[in-house]
């Protein structure tokens, strides 16, 4: 139990914590990288931790269908529907956006396990926001008319609760880095609705642990201050979760430089970034979080914002099926065609 609030244990933890050799040598620093893309159900990834959490809640309201947001091919939504096929309930994403023009990446895995992906087109009239919370309301009804008892998880299961995932994923870093004698250094985290680096935040705080806190923001949404942004987040956990310990808006380290203007846009110095990884250590990124990330790792190794020698603590989150959607994987086809070798029959 963490500040008062059970979780479900579906997870095998702790997720490895490694160190990149070829890595930490191009960039003259130690780079680890902490896997929570191998945390199992629906390939694996960070929501898993905070479902944990609200999976409990749902059991204990009775809850027999899921019901979450994002966009079509959210990593976020994938997740909660691996757990609902776990524990035998309905499930619906709810996403505003167009169809990609075919059932791949993750709208494919959500259908595989059983999930039904509730596609908003926009009318150019009502917001995303306004259409999403229609289609919830109309799903969450349809629900409750046919007899089931449907539970709402918030966009990336980011909200008070959730948090808690990664307020634990951070002390689980904190004991491993303490074992492997890593004595100070900076966790590197993606950023986009903001529970995993506010649970990694609170969780480092809980423990007093000595290691920093990077948060790189991947979407324009957390312009122009996500620090502020933040703060707000922080006070709510503080009320929700009793925090006996409080933050200023300048205790939060978060950077807008690398979210190259748009949310999952195919980005070329990106891709790069993650063939780089995939070349060098044999871990494959995804396109939307990961790879904007450890290119950013890069650029700041670049710019000696990140110091030579220091130790730096990379969460991979997940979301390698976003590889697979057709916006990235084009690009990708065209970029590593020159590595397929095609022999034809001799006649």
């Not at 087109?121 to 919370?133: T, V, W």
């Not at 880095?177 to 590197?188: A, F, K, L, S």
């Not at 980005?267 to 970034?273: D, G």
Request: hydrophobic fraction near 35%.
């Amino acid at each position: 139990m963490l500040y008062g609030h059970e979780k479900e244990p579906f997870l095998h933890l702790p997720t490895p914590l490694e160190r990149l050799d070829t890595l930490s040598e191009k960039l003259g620093i130690n780079l680890y990288i902490k896997r929570d893309d191998l945390t199992g159900l629906g390939t694996g990834g960070n929501k898993l931790r905070k479902l944990e959490y609200f999976i409990k809640d749902a059991l204990n309201k009775k809850a027999t269908a899921l019901v979450t947001v994002g966009g079509p091919q959210t990593n976020h939504g994938r997740l909660t529907a691996a757990v609902a096929a776990k524990y035998g309930m309905r499930c619906t994403i709810v996403a505003v956006g167009e169809y990609p023009g075919e059932i791949s990446a993750n709208i494919l895995l959500d259908r595989i396990m059983g999930c039904t992906v509730y596609l908003v087109q926009k009318d150019g009239d009502a917001s995303e926001g306004e259409l999403s919370e229609r289609a919830v309301r109309e799903t969450m009804a349809g629900y409750e008319a046919a007899g089931e008892r449907p539970y709402f998880v918030p966009l990336g299961g980011s909200n008070e609760l959730g948090a808690l995932g990664y307020c634990e994923c951070a002390m689980e870093i904190d004991e491993q880095c303490r074992n492997m004698g890593i004595d100070d250094g900076r966790i590197v985290v993606t950023s986009g609705s903001m529970g995993t680096y506010i649970g990694c935040f609170i969780g480092l705080r809980h423990v007093g642990s000595k290691l920093g806190l990077l948060g790189v923001c991947i979407s324009p949404s957390s312009d122009p201050d996500p620090a502020a942004r933040a703060k707000k987040y922080f006070d709510r956990c503080k009320d929700y979760l009793g925090l006996e310990f409080d933050a200023q808006e300048s205790d939060f380290n978060l950077t807008n430089e690398y979210h190259w203007g748009a949310y999952n846009n195919p980005v070329k110095e990106v891709r790069e970034a993650i063939y780089e990884m995939g070349r060098k250590e044999g871990i494959i990124l995804d396109p939307c979080y990961t790879g904007k990330t450890y290119y950013a790792i890069e650029q700041l190794c670049t710019k000696g914002e990140i110091k030579e020698g220091e130790n730096i603590i990379f969460i991979h989150t997940g979301g390698v099926p976003g590889i697979n959607g057709p916006v990235h994987r084009q690009a990708m086809e065209e970029e590593l065609m020159d590595g397929l070798i095609i022999k034809k029959p001799e006649r």
